[in-house]
C-alpha cells in the first residue's frame, strides 16, 4: 500500500503546511498500518511533476517525458490536502488549476483519490468551479472541514461524504514550555498591501493591541507562524521590525519546528493570531485562541467547534477593540478544552472511511 500525501508534509516554511502534514500521517498511519506514506509540496516536487505552470503539466500529460503518470500509477492513494484552503481560486487561478490538474491525472493513472478534511472554496470564477467540479466528482471521498465547505461541494454537485474539522486534531499533544502569558501571531501576508485586507488598517489593529496589552500589564511575545524563506509573505521579518519598533517592551519566538511551535503555544495563556492554523495549533492543545480573521475560511470551521472568538478584518469596524474584548471573555481555558475535544471527536470518523476505499 502507497499513499501520496499531496500539498503538505514537514519541510515547508508554513507550520500550517506541516500541521497538515503531521495530521495527515498520524491519521493515514493508523488507518492503514501497513501503507508507505510519500509527501508532495511545492518545497520538494518531484521530478515526474513539472507544475511550474498548468500548461507544462497538460504538455508532460501528451508527452510523457518526465514519466508522470507511471509516477503516479505507483500509488494506491491519493491524500489531496489542498494545504488546507487552496481548494479554491481566491489565491489564483494559477494556483487552483496546477493542484486540480495534479488530482485529475492522478485519477486518470488508476489512483484512488481522496480530499482529505480541508475548505472547499469560495470559487469566484468560471473556470474555478468547473475544476472544482471536475475534481469533486472525481474523488473517491470528500471531507468538508466546515460546514460552509460541504454547502460549496453540495452546491457544485457532489456533497462531502463527512463533515469534519481539521487535520490539526490528529496530532497527538505536545509538552508543554516556554510559560509565555500572550502569542502574538503578526501576518506576514496581511501586513503587506494585498487583495485579502485593508493593510494599513490591519497595522494600526496589531499596534492597538500591543500597547493595550502592555498597558494592562500583559506579557506579549511574537510568534511567527509561517518560518523565513524567499517567500516574501512570511512572518519572521515583520516579527523583527516589531519588537524593535516597541524597543524590548515584547518578545519574540521564532520556533525551530512544527514541534517546537506547538510545545510553546501549549505552555501559553493565550494565543492571538492572523494564521488560522496559529489558532487551531492552540485550541487543539487547550490553549484559548483570538482569531483575526481575512478569509471564510475561519469562522465556519470554529463554529462548529463551538468557539466564538474569531474577528472578521474584513467586516469588524474596529478590530482591534473587538480582539481587546474577546481576551476578556471569561472562562476562556476551560470553552478552548471543550473545542479540542469538539475537534478530535469530529475527526474520528475519518480512518474508517479511508480504510474502506483501498
Not at 474539522?165 to 510559560?179: E, R
Request: net charge neutral.
Amino acid at each position: 500500500m502507497r499513499v501520496l500525501v499531496g500539498w503538505a508534509g514537514d519541510s515547508s516554511p508554513n507550520l500550517g503546511v506541516r500541521a497538515l502534514g503531521r495530521g495527515s500521517a498520524d491519521l493515514l498511519r493508523a488507518a492503514l498500518p501497513e501503507a508507505t506514506i510519500e509527501f508532495m509540496d511545492f518545497g520538494s516536487r518531484p521530478a515526474a511533476l513539472p507544475w511550474g505552470r498548468p500548461r507544462s503539466l497538460i504538455r508532460e500529460r501528451l508527452t510523457g517525458r518526465a514519466g508522470m503518470m507511471e509516477w503516479l500509477g505507483r500509488f494506491d492513494l491519493f491524500w489531496d490536502t489542498r494545504s488546507g484552503d487552496s481548494f479554491a481560486d481566491i489565491y489564483g487561478i494559477q494556483r487552483h488549476a496546477k493542484m486540480s490538474l495534479v488530482h485529475e491525472f492522478a485519477v486518470q493513472a488508476g489512483v484512488a483519490a481522496v480530499l482529505a478534511p480541508q475548505t472547499i472554496g469560495p470559487f469566484e470564477t468560471r473556470r474555478g468551479r468547473l475544476l472544482a467540479q471536475r475534481n469533486l466528482r472525481r474523488s473517491a471521498l470528500v471531507f468538508a472541514r466546515d460546514p460552509a465547505s460541504a454547502r460549496a461541494a453540495e452546491d457544485l454537485g457532489r456533497p462531502a461524504d463527512r463533515l469534519t474539522t481539521d487535520l490539526v486534531f490528529g496530532i497527538s499533544q505536545p509538552t508543554p514550555s516556554g510559560g509565555h502569558d500572550v502569542l502574538l501571531n503578526v501576518s506576514g501576508l496581511l501586513w503587506k498591501e494585498s487583495d485579502h485586507v485593508d493593510h494599513a488598517s490591519y497595522r494600526d489593529a496589531v499596534r492597538t493591541i500591543i500597547s493595550r496589552l502592555l498597558e494592562d500589564g500583559r506579557r506579549v511575545t511574537l510568534l511567527p507562524h509561517v518560518l523565513d524563506s524567499h517567500d516574501p509573505d512570511n512572518d519572521v521579518p515583520v516579527s523583527h521590525a516589531l519588537r524593535d519598533e516597541y524597543d524590548g517592551r515584547i518578545g519574540l519566538h521564532v520556533p525551530a519546528d512544527l514541534d517546537d511551535a506547538r510545545a510553546v503555544i501549549a505552555g501559553a495563556d493565550l494565543v492571538i493570531g492572523a494564521r488560522m492554523h496559529a489558532c487551531l495549533n492552540a485550541l487543539s492543545t487547550g490553549t484559548p485562541a483570538v482569531a483575526m480573521a481575512y478569509s471564510r475560511k475561519f469562522q465556519p470551521l470554529m463554529a462548529e467547534l463551538d468557539w466564538p472568538h474569531v474577528v472578521s478584518l474584513a467586516q469588524s469596524t474596529d478590530a482591534a477593540a473587538d480582539v481587546l474584548r474577546a481576551v476578556q471573555a471569561p472562562e476562556l481555558t476551560e470553552r478552548a478544552r471543550r473545542a479540542m475535544a469538539r475537534g478530535q471527536e469530529l475527526l474520528a470518523p475519518v480512518g474508517e472511511l479511508v480504510g474502506g476505499v483501498v
